[in-house]
């Protein structure tokens, strides 16, 4: 009888024992869990602050992309500066009052993302689609006009005036970077396209401003980069 008492003691320790490992089994995975929904929110970092991942790797993209027209333009300057004539006869030049209407009509598609952005802020729905709208519009126009500088609308562009490509350094490098920075804002026109779909099916709702954010650092870029190639290859004189 004792040893009957003594052996389901034991067994009945062994199952508290065990019971407790589960417990203790189940409390660690609960900790997982925990963890697991730590990392859906993400800690502010030292470096990079609140800011999003989406916010973080767009940054990072736009400095590699800085890199790309930094070195067109300097491969521009190089061939510019040790070339002795840099028109070659029978060359048209720029028309700069036309693209500097281009220039003027993509900082205004700037300033109209800006408030695309600050009405997302203020989860004012109508006004975040208006100005959503009327930059895709602005990029489009100056794709429309970049098309008409190339082959013409109307009247004749610059290919058939004369400046075509492989024909010169002149030539060559002006549809390399312009051309370059079309597909950008073709790229960005795109982009937005979308986000105002997701924002008409009210996707940000609630001040859900992110996204919009995002697609706004893309279009500044853009639009930077576009002042400082037209300020190099348009503006500079050609003497």
Sequence with gaps: MMTTAVSEKEVASKHGGAGHHGAHGHGHGHGHDIQGDEHEHWEPDAQFGKASLGKIGMWFFLCSDALSF???????????????????????????NFTAGLTFLLICSSVTMVLAHAAAVENKRKEMLTFLGLTIIGGALFLTGQYKEYFGIGGPGLIEEGLVFGHSAYASTFYLITSFHGCHVLTGVIYLSVIFIRALLGQFEGGKHNHIEIAGLFWHFVDLVWIIVFTFVYLVPNT
């Design 70 to 96: 930094g070195g067109l333009l300097l491969g521009y300057g190089i061939l510019r500066g040790q070339s002795t004539e840099w028109i070659h006869p029978g060359e048209p030049e720029l028309g700069i």
